[in-house]
């Protein structure tokens, strides 16, 4: 059996429901069952959970194709309580205790709410109460709103990373992932494990809409990406299947793995990395990327080759190499337009070029993350 002391399950609508647009309350009661008996074991656990907009839609009867943000709000509130109330039912025939917590983006925006909200969390695992975690969709429009980062598949990558857990598993409605889409390519063949993300894996991400689920493959693959760049590790698993989270815990051969891409991180750096914005970076030239994968130094202006996007000093940024992948971030010490004046010079010339100086770095070795 695999050593795995902290687990986070993120359970989807696709499986909450069985494929269907009402939810399935036997589908509830197995997957508490096999948390229940991971708690047994010994295994602390926390369970990110869809359905609270299937449910609202189930109790009034609403419109599938319904999907503006204000309806699905309304959804979301109504059903929120009901599925909490599924999850106490059936919780309390194992004796155990549950607590909600509704997280929003805003909520870790910021250092001491990202703490705030790890410390209460942490807390209720020490008392062996189990917490059941959603995005506050009732307030959250970018975790409703189509086409915008924030589902629960990134969610779940989040309060991995906040915790410290050890394993991220994502339940789906398919059996992993797949080398294409296998409702369309009968050849399409299973990946069993992920070592690297490379462009291969990277090409599998698809953006098609779910008429149920706001995730997809590619939020999956992101919130793996983001579990393993901080030494975790990840499955995405069937999650109609019995008896599946034992089964992966146990170490068998079951869905897709994302096996960590280096050691644990602290709790500082992983809050970096989940703050990193996608649209806001630098890239480096190959000198300065060998520095910072071999040294302990900071990343200083003359190794700067590009800077992407608007943003002012202190935003976490994105740190990318001569291809364009992403190997690092940190918290930006210039702003965008300082950067590009300064950016292949010499540290000595920054107060020359642009009249000021917060120091010689680009972006300090204490506030980075090297992947």
């Known amino acids: 059996m695999n050593n795995y002391r902290r687990v986070v399950v993120k359970a989807g609508t696709n499986v909450l429901t069985s494929k269907t647009q009402r939810l399935d309350q036997k589908v509830i009661a ?13 295994i602390e656990v926390l369970l990110v959970t869809s359905g609270a907009i299937a449910i609202g839609r189930q109790i009034l009867d609403y419109n599938l194709s319904s999907r503006d943000v204000p309806s699905r709000q309304v959804l979301a509130s109504i059903g929120q309580s009901h599925l909490m109330h599924i999850y106490q039912e059936c919780f309390s025939k194992y004796d155990l205790r549950v607590a909600q917590a509704l997280i929003t983006k805003e909520d870790i925006s910021h250092r001491q709410g990202y703490l705030n909200i790890r410390n209460t969390l942490n807390t209720l ?66 990946i069993n494990k992920v070592s690297v993300f490379d462009e291969e ?114 935003t976490i940024i994105g740190i990318k190499d001569d291809t364009n992948n992403t190997v690092g971030c940190g918290i930006a010490n210039y702003s965008s337009r300082d950067l590009k004046s300064i950016m292949g010079l010499h540290s000595r010339s920054i107060m020359e070029q642009i009249g000021h100086s917060f120091g010689e770095e680009s972006i300090h070795r204490n506030n980075m993350v090297v992947f």
């Open 30 to 42: 197995r997957l508490v069952e096999q948390l229940a008996l991971l708690h047994k074991e010994g």
């Open 125 to 190: 695992l020490e008392k062996r109460i189990i917490p059941i975690i959603n995005e506050n969709d009732v307030v959250e429009i970018s975790e409703i709103q189509e086409n915008i980062i924030g589902d629960n598949d990134s969610l779940s990558a989040l309060v991995t990373n906040l915790v410290d857990a050890d394993l991220l598993i994502m339940l789906t409605d398919t059996d992993g992932l797949y080398t294409a889409d296998p409702k369309q390519n009968k050849a399409a063949q299973l």
């Open 201 to 314: 894996i990277n090409k599998l991400a698809s953006t098609e809409p779910n008429p149920m689920g706001r995730g997809g493959i590619a939020a999956k693959i992101a919130a793996a990406k983001l579990v393993t760049s901080s030494g975790s590790t990840a499955v995405i698993a069937p999650g109609l299947t019995p008896n599946v989270l034992m089964k992966i815990i146990q170490g068998a051969k079951i869905g897709t793995i994302f096996l960590p891409a280096g050691s644990r991180l602290e709790s500082r750096q992983r809050w970096l990395i989940s703050k990193m914005s996608a649209s806001k970076s630098i890239s480096i030239d190959p000198g300065a990327l060998k520095a910072l994968k071999t040294k302990t130094g900071s990343l200083l202006p003359a190794g700067v080759t590009k800077v992407t996007g608007s943003f002012d000093r202190g």
